[in-house]
């Protein structure tokens, strides 16, 4: 049960009603709420998700990440080298659903971006080169390492520069709100 996050509420909606392609980042503080928010608004809409693994090695990240894919419905036996062909299979797999909104929920962004993974230049080129090219994604991204998701989502000076259609900082609770969670 969701307290509060009207304006979050809405933003989503929105994005996921979009005749286009969005691409939305949500960034906070640790246990604010923000994986909550997606799996509350999108419990049942996920074409695919993933979150990243604390302290994970690239080959660790890229066997998880297949994984759910495989979980979600991919048929492949081959697995990723790495994130170029990884999102490369997220591509193929999200071509062969039905037609309609694809909500992908990737979780813990900054934990995917090990050193030298290459995860930024392959994350980049499937928003910018596959799915904002088409009206049926929403891409939501999210991440407790706020100045990572500043850095590197928000002030972007790359590939992802002027992209990201909404950002949402999710925020402590005010008052009024605690006061509705402590009487629910």
Request: one cysteine or more.
């Amino acid at each position: 049960m969701l307290i509060g996050r009207e304006k979050e509420i809405q933003e989503l909606r929105q994005a996921y009603d979009s005749a286009e392609s969005k691409f939305v980042a949500i960034f906070g503080r640790r246990r604010i709420g923000k994986t909550y928010l997606v799996r509350e608004v999108f419990h049942d809409k996920f074409a695919f998700s993933y979150s990243g693994m604390a302290k994970a090695t690239t080959k660790e990240q890229l066997q998880r990440f297949y994984l759910s894919l495989k979980d979600h419905g991919y048929k492949s036996s081959v697995k990723p080298n790495n994130w170029i062909e990884a999102f490369y299979m997220l591509e193929q797999f999200l071509k062969e659903l039905p037609e309609g909104k694809k909500v992908v929920f990737l979780d813990e962004l900054p934990w995917m971006d090990a050193p030298k993974s290459s995860f930024m230049s392959a994350f980049e080129n499937f928003w910018n080169g596959w799915a904002s090219a088409r009206k049926d994604i929403l891409l939501i991204v999210c991440g407790s390492a706020t100045s990572w998701m500043v850095k590197k989502i928000l002030r972007n000076r790359g590939g992802l520069h002027n992209r990201l259609n909404n950002q949402i900082h999710l925020q402590p609770f005010n008052l009024h709100e605690c006061e509705l969670y402590a009487k629910s």
